[in-house]
């Protein structure tokens, strides 16, 4: 079946660090493939996004690229803040199918 | 563009209690999904509507939850006994075009 995976946290970074968080994925076919955040108490929203290989998702800072070679989507920014402090989902979902979410990774960046 | 609305946010009831949940979603969005995120897990779908048809319930504890979308709007999940782990975020999205959209969950604890 279709599975996402991603690397254990909390993640924890000072200021300015460069981040990676890791996701590789199981598939049948061609998924979509999504990085939702999730600020503490607050919903999930839709950081970035992929919808074939070798496409790269971007938005504040933050790039994934979609490797169907190595099935990995791995969330990328250059330089963290502390407001990027949140839990980050790894997704993927074939056409308009529902999302299958990874466990999430906790990012904690400190001043 | 208003977005997902839930309520209520907050719910604290007792074990075999009933709660309900409802959902708007973005105006146009003819799928709608209802999920549940457990503290520290990733979402899991438990219900997924094309207009006012199910589309996918196979997750859904059918013995005690309950979901419905009359005139393919609004959407009502219902927990009905409730037990302690049915604590959990539950999630309404919407979505259109492979862009899913959520909401800022309804945070159910069951004592």
């Known amino acids: 079946g279709n599975s996402v995976t991603q690397m254990e946290g909390p993640v924890t970074l000072s200021e300015e660090a460069f981040l990676t968080i890791n996701c590789t994925y199981t598939a049948t076919g061609y998924p979509s493939l999504f990085w939702y955040v999730q600020y503490p108490g607050e919903g999930l929203q839709l950081l970035l996004k992929a919808t074939k290989a070798d496409d790269k998702g971007s938005n504040k800072g933050f790039e994934a690229t979609y490797r169907k070679e190595t099935t990995s989507f791995h969330l990328e920014k250059g330089s963290v803040q502390v407001s990027d402090s949140a839990v980050y989902f790894c997704a993927l979902s074939k056409l308009t199918d529902k999302l299958i979410f990874g466990t999430g990774t906790r990012l904690q960046v400190f001043p | 563009e208003a977005g997902v609305a839930q309520s209520p946010r907050y719910k604290i009831i007792e074990k075999r209690q009933s709660v309900a949940f409802w959902c708007n979603p973005i105006?146009?969005?003819?799928?709608l999904y209802w999920y549940q995120q457990i503290l520290g897990q990733g979402p899991k779908l438990l219900i997924q509507f094309q207009n006012n048809g199910v589309v996918d319930d196979s997750q859904l504890p059918k013995d005690r939850f309950s979901a419905e979308r009359l005139k393919g709007v609004d959407s009502t999940l219902k927990i009905q006994p409730a037990k302690l782990e049915d604590s959990a975020v539950y999630l309404c999205?919407?979505?259109?075009?492979?862009?899913?959209?959520f909401g800022e969950g309804s945070w159910l604890t069951v004592v």
């Open positions: 105006s146009g969005h003819a799928t």
């Open positions: 999205a919407s979505s259109r075009q492979e862009a899913i959209y």
